[in-house]
């Protein structure tokens, strides 16, 4: 079953922080996060697993709450190179298998 | 190195026709995968494998196949397309998922196929 992101939208002005959230239905083995250009393929941005700790790197940060079957991306003081539609993508066994959420438009403004 | 290729990069083709799309990779991957990617559904899983002649159905698989006699390249064919297999293709190829690796999945540049 397809995870669900929230929100679907989310416009910014540079500088000002988000959160994107994730949130599956079943228990998970892993959480993968990428970012997508238009009209470019989809590029990793970080995976988080079952018994794994929080990841960050700059100003992009994940948190996965295995209880919850939940996960959170944080994009801090957000940049214009920012934008694009974020995916998260959950795989639920031992493997690589994963369902792709629909994705969080997301736009920063000058 | 390359990393994830497709070909070709757009095709139209008429209802009934057939054709290949052709993934290769040169990063020694095990794993690779076909996703469709339509709008506001993000993507979806058709088929993938697990090594050199071995495939699986993902979450969408009917109306195509697929092959990988090379552990470099996946096929996906489409015997008799229909316009709703207009969509865009991503091939994408990666380690699996283990305590020693992370099973980042690598995508190539996709394909633009139209189905009239």
């Known amino acids: 079953q397809q995870p669900v992101q929230s929100p679907q939208a989310v416009i910014l002005r540079e500088g000002e922080d988000a959160v994107i959230n994730c949130s599956s239905s079943?228990?998970?083995?892993?959480v993968h996060w990428y970012r997508q250009k238009h009209g470019e393929a989809p590029v990793f941005l970080m995976i988080?697993?079952?018994?794994?700790e929080q990841k960050g790197h700059e100003k992009i940060s994940a948190s996965f709450n295995e209880k919850k079957q939940q996960s959170s991306l944080y994009l801090t003081a957000s940049q214009l190179s920012y934008s694009g539609t974020y995916f998260c993508?959950?795989?639920?066994?031992?493997?690589?298998?994963?369902?792709f959420g629909a994705g969080t438009i997301l736009r920063v403004k000058s | 190195n390359a990393g994830v290729t497709q070909t070709p990069k757009f095709r139209v083709l008429k209802t009934g026709q057939s054709m290949t799309l052709l993934c290769a990779q040169d990063?020694?991957?095990?794993?690779m995968y076909w996703y469709r990617q339509d709008p506001g559904m993000g993507l979806r899983l058709i088929h993938y494998s697990v090594g050199e002649g071995t495939t699986a159905k993902g979450e969408v698989p009917d109306g195509y196949n697929v092959s990988r006699l090379k552990k470099q390249n996946f096929l996906l064919g489409l015997e008799s397309a229909a316009p709703s297999q207009t969509s865009v293709y991503f091939c994408?190829?990666?380690?699996?998922?283990?305590?020693?690796?992370?099973?980042?999945?690598?995508f190539g540049p996709g394909t633009r196929l139209t189905v009239l």
């Open positions: 990063m020694n991957h095990e794993y």
């Open positions: 993508g959950t795989g639920v066994e031992y493997g690589n298998k994963l369902v």
């Open positions: 988080l697993l079952k018994g794994g």
């Open positions: 079943k228990a998970l083995y892993s």
């Open positions: 994408a190829s990666s380690y699996p998922t283990t305590g020693i690796r992370d099973g980042t999945q690598y």
